[in-house]
Structures are given as C-alpha cells and as structure tokens.
C-alpha cells in the first residue's frame, strides 16, 4: 500500500523559467536585458565639428549668396559666437529659420554649413524635439553630398541619444527611420556608424523596435555586420540586439538569416561586438525553434564559440555567454552537447565570481545541464556539490540559492542523493528552512522541493532525523501551516517519505506537533493534489506496526479515510488512496471497522 498512487512525481525534475519579458513553459528560457546604447554621437565621435572654428563656414560677403541666405549665415555666426552652453539649450523660431534657409538652399556649402549647425547645436539642446525642427535636418539626411550626410546624421543620432527621451518617438513619427536605412548602404564608414548608432539608440523604446523591422532595416543591418570597420559592425550588431528585444521582431530576424550572422560575430576580436551577438542569441533561443537552428550551424559552432567566451577577461562577456548557454540548455540534445563540449569545467568556476549577475547565469545554465540524466555524473565529479552548498547560503541573493536548490533537485532525482547528503548540501537546504520568517517564497519553495526528492533516499531521511538534536522533523509539520501552499505541500512530501521507515511512526504521529493535524486539514482541503498528498502519506503510516494502526484508528483521521472511501465526488486516485489505507487498518487483528 505504500507505493500506491505515490505523489512523489510532482516532486521530480525542475526547470527554471525566468524572463524579463515572458515565461517559457518550464524551461529557463531569458529574453530581454539592458538595450544597447552605441552610435556615432558624442561619445568618441570623431567628426565633431565647431562652425566656429571651420574655415569651410560659407562667409557673409561670398558674392553669390542671396540676400536672405546671407542673413541667415550671419544670424547663425553670432549665435554659435556667443559661447554659452545655455544658448545651445534652447532653438529660438528665428534660429531655426535660418536653418531652414541654409538647409534648403541649392548651394551645397550653405547645406553642410547647415548639417554642421545642427550637429553643434544637438549636442545641447535640452529642449524635446519637435517635427519642426527634424524636417529640415531629414531633408539634409537625405542629400547625395557625404559631408552632409556625415553632419546632419551626427546631429539627429545626439538628439536621440542625448535628448530628452521623448526625442526617439518624435524623431521616429517624423519620418527619419527611411533616410537613415537609406544612408546604411552609403559607401562612408562614418555615415553608416552614425546611421547605425543612430537606429540603435531609435530601438530603445519598444513602439520603435517594431517600427524600426517594419520599415525594412533588418537586411541592410545585417549587411553591416559583415564590413571591416570594427565601429560599423559594432552598431550594427546593438541595433540588431535592440530589435531581439520584441518578440514580433524575432521571427522576421530570423528568417533573414540573423542567427548565422550571430554565431560568426561571437567570434569577434571585439568584445562589445561579442557581448551584443551572444545577448542577440539568447534572446532568439527562447524559441525552441530558433534553438534548433543554432545549433543547427555548422554542427553546434555555437556551443563551442560560447564556452569560449565563458572564459573572455571581460566580465560582461562571460555573463552574456552564459546566459545563452542557459537558454540553449533547455533542450535535451543542447545539454548533452554543452556537457560533451567541455562546458562543465569553463562553468564551475564561474560560480565563484565576484559579479553577482555572472553567478545567477551560471547557476542557472548548471540547473538546466542538471536535467539532463546522463549529465548528472559528470556535475556531481566536477566538484560542484561544495560550490553548490556555499551559494545556499547567499542569503541577500535569493535568485541564486533557487537555482542552487533547483539543482539540487535535479540532481537528486536519480541516483545522485548519497553525494548530496555527503556533501553537506541536505544540511544547507535544511537551514534555509529552519528559520523561515525572512525567506522568500521562491527559496522556500524550491528548498522545500529538493528536500522532498531527497528524502527519497534512506540516508538522507536518517539524516533529516537526527538534524537539531532530532527537532527538524518539528519544522516540517509546522511548515504544513506556512502561507505559501507550494511549502506546505513540500513539506507534507518530505514527511511523507520520512514515514517509509517505521520507526520513525511514533515520533511524527504522537508528537507535538503532530502530523495528524496536518493529516486531517489536508484531507478536508478543496485541492485534490492535498488530498491525494494526505492520504499517500496515510499509506505509508497505515502499513506499520499495531502501535501506529492503532493510534491512527483512534485519531480524527480514521473517518475522513472512510468519508474519502466512499465519496463519488472526488478522483478514482483519491478514492483508491483512501481505499488502500482503510483496507491496511481494516486488517488489524482482533477489531473491525464499522
């Protein structure tokens, strides 16, 4: 009766499922993170220019200026001249008349001298954007002359990166998204990085990923990530990560052929370059699909360029691969292929870093390698176990001690119990339990789990036993009361298989507290899984000796057992469950049940 309808497989193997943008089933499958900020801007630009002290600035007296040309010529000089940041802040109706004036006229030196304008003046202009303004500056953008192009996609790339963030959905409803994937196929290195890094920074709000995709900028973003200037390939890449932050995007990125793109770019010399493409891969590995395809290139090249990258001197880096290697891992062949790849022992170390956001992506990926049964040998010989206890610990970090926990439980699901409990790991997980009030719910939770599938295994039931001077049973069957139902019925699970041995009857049934109480409750709950929970564990205790027969048929418990028997309300299993443990008491000799 012992066996029948046993709910230890709600207790089996655990995935991890974590996203900043969506859940993936079970599977620990990240989208999302920080968007990339790169481009042609201020930042390092190395085209900014001062009309101030350029020689090309068309002069007041050039004989072929018209009268209403020179005027704006001059209006400019003497704004530029006044040498006050406050006076770039702001761009007063009579300032961007002569704007317009240079930029619409036919004389293509007034036409840079606009585009250079523009460039000064975006760098500190705190003002929002209005379409007033961009007009003039998309018409530039969309002039034949290089140097135009150069200044005047500088200007629009500082307005969207250093202005007010309004600026990018202005700058997007304006209509500058064309000219710019028109200047991406330009033959100037500069006008594609500030074109580039320009679109990158437009792809930090979500209503522009979309738009960005929409208007065609994926195929010539794509294209640059093939050039040699290692600032082209760079913008281009974050502009293509931005757009793998929406979901829509993804599909249409792949069948543009975005994934080999990205595997060939983790080989990068350049690490942003690196950091973008293995970023980019994981957010498209949340599709099992688009995983089967990178794995798919050139026999797993993915794989092997990751556990690279893993061990890159930049940290950022090594986070990034990991996180991929996580999503990756959420599928069967994926994790056999890592482990066979040499990832185990790039991945281990990784878990003692210093930067916390590295540690959670390695204990992650480790949990989903965990799965995998025939990966199961090869962790527990890495070493990992006492790394694995440390990070239960990290109390301030709750993120890592669920994954640790949850690998644990994988782990403990086979035959890899008696290593964990030799390892210190039970007792770690037991701590976390042993005072609960300031735990989360999510470590109590997946503690709780492990600890269920580990007291599978007879040592580590002696061994939960004898914890506290023999007291840590008593924190269990409080637990059964927490407020959190996933622990309560965790910690039913553990006392359930702790009840296997019979010489441990005694003590649960006739303590204080006392597992009839929770017994009771848990058959009376609306939740079947309780029910069926509470009367497994009737089972076990119902087919010990006359003492515990005896103690159960005088309990409260006796006629719930029989009440559960009879009902046609609830499952064929629950009524079974109740069959099985009524029939192991009706069998005590000398009574009979009414």
């Known amino acids: 009766g012992s066996g029948t309808g046993s709910p230890v497989k709600r207790f089996g193997k655990s995935h991890f499922a974590d996203s900043h943008t969506e859940k993936m089933g079970a599977l620990c499958c990240c989208a999302g993170g920080p968007d990339a900020y790169v481009g042609g801007g201020r930042k390092g630009a190395s085209n900014r220019i001062s009309l101030r002290t350029r020689s090309r600035m068309v002069g007041t007296r050039e004989p072929l200026l018209k009268e209403s040309e020179r005027e704006a010529v001059s209006n400019l000089l003497r704004f530029l001249e006044q040498d006050h940041s406050s006076a770039y802040q702001t761009l007063t109706s009579d300032k961007l008349q002569s704007l317009c004036t240079l930029a619409y006229s036919e004389n293509i030196e007034l036409q840079r001298s606009a585009a250079l304008c523009f460039s000064e003046i975006s760098e500190k202009l705190t003002e929002p954007i209005t379409e007033a303004v961009l007009e003039p500056l998309i018409h530039l953008l969309l002039s034949s002359d290089t140097e135009v192009q150069k200044a005047s996609s500088l200007a629009l790339s500082n307005l969207a990166l250093h202005g007010p963030a309004l600026n990018k959905t202005t700058i997007v409803q304006a209509g500058a998204l064309q000219p710019l994937i028109i200047l991406l196929g330009t033959e100037s290195a500069e006008v594609q990085c500030n074109a580039c890094g320009c679109i990158t920074t437009l792809a930090t709000t979500e209503g522009n990923k979309r738009e960005i995709v929409s208007q065609g900028a994926v195929t010539p973003l794509l294209k640059l990530t093939r050039v040699h200037d290692p600032r082209v390939q760079r913008n281009a890449a974050g502009a293509l990560l931005n757009l793998t932050h929406v979901e829509s995007n993804r599909q249409e990125l792949v069948q543009a052929g975005a994934v080999t793109v990205f595997?060939?770019?983790?080989?990068?010399?350049?690490?942003?370059?690196?950091?973008?493409?293995?970023?980019?891969?994981?957010?498209?590995?949340?599709?099992?699909?688009?995983?089967?395809?990178?794995?798919?290139?050139?026999?797993?090249?993915?794989?092997?360029?990751?556990?690279?990258?893993?061990?890159?001197?930049?940290?950022?880096?090594?986070?990034?691969?990991?996180?991929?290697?996580?999503?990756?891992?959420?599928?069967?062949?994926?994790?056999?292929?890592?482990?066979?790849?040499?990832?185990?022992?790039?991945?281990?170390?990784?878990?003692?870093?210093?930067?916390?956001?590295?540690?959670?992506?390695?204990?992650?990926?480790?949990?989903?390698?965990?799965?995998?049964?025939?990966?199961?040998?090869?962790?527990?010989?890495?070493?990992?176990?006492?790394?694995?206890?440390?990070?239960?610990?990290?109390?301030?970090?709750?993120?890592?001690?669920?994954?640790?926990?949850?690998?644990?439980?994988?782990?403990?699901?086979?035959?890899?119990?008696?290593?964990?409990?030799?390892?210190?790991?039970?007792?770690?997980?037991?701590?976390?339990?042993?005072?609960?009030?300031?735990?989360?719910e999510s470590v109590l939770s997946e503690v709780s789990a492990a600890l269920a599938v580990l007291a599978s295994h007879p040592v580590a039931r002696k061994q939960i036993m004898e914890l506290y001077n023999g007291n840590f049973y008593k924190i269990l069957i409080k637990l059964t009361e927490s407020p959190y139902s996933e622990v309560q019925y965790n910690c039913a699970g553990v006392i359930g298989h702790i009840a296997i041995n019979e010489e441990y009857h005694s003590l649960l049934l006739d303590g204080n507290p006392s597992a009839i109480d929770f017994l009771f409750r848990f058959m009376q709950s609306e939740e079947s899984s309780f029910m069926h929970i509470a009367l497994w564990i009737m089972a076990q205790f119902s087919s010990g000796n006359k003492s515990t027969k005896a103690m159960l048929r005088r309990s409260v418990l006796m006629n719930k057992v029989i009440e559960l028997r009879s009902s046609r309300v609830n499952s064929a299993e629950v009524a079974q469950l109740a069959e099985t443990a009524f029939n192991n008491l009706k069998d005590f000799p000398g009574e009979t049940v009414l």
């Open 263 to 440: 595997v060939h770019l983790l080989e990068s010399r350049d690490s942003d370059i690196q950091f973008y493409s293995a970023a980019a891969l994981s957010n498209l590995a949340v599709h099992e699909a688009h995983r089967r395809l990178m794995v798919a290139v050139e026999n797993g090249r993915v794989i092997k360029s990751l556990i690279v990258l893993m061990q890159s001197p930049t940290e950022k880096v090594r986070c990034q691969a990991c996180l991929a290697i996580r999503n990756l891992a959420s599928d069967d062949d994926s994790q056999e292929r890592i482990v066979s790849a040499g990832g185990l022992p790039v991945l281990v170390p990784l878990l003692a870093s210093n930067d916390t956001e590295t540690v959670i992506a390695a204990v992650a990926a480790l949990r989903n390698l965990s799965i995998h049964k025939g990966n199961e040998v090869p962790i527990v010989e890495s070493g990992v176990l006492l790394e694995l206890r440390r990070l239960l610990s990290l109390q301030e970090h709750a993120e890592i001690q669920c994954h640790t926990a949850g690998t644990l439980r994988n782990l403990a699901a086979e035959e890899q119990n008696l290593a964990i409990v030799e390892a210190g790991c039970l007792v770690a997980l037991a701590e976390q339990l042993r005072d609960s009030r300031n735990i989360p």
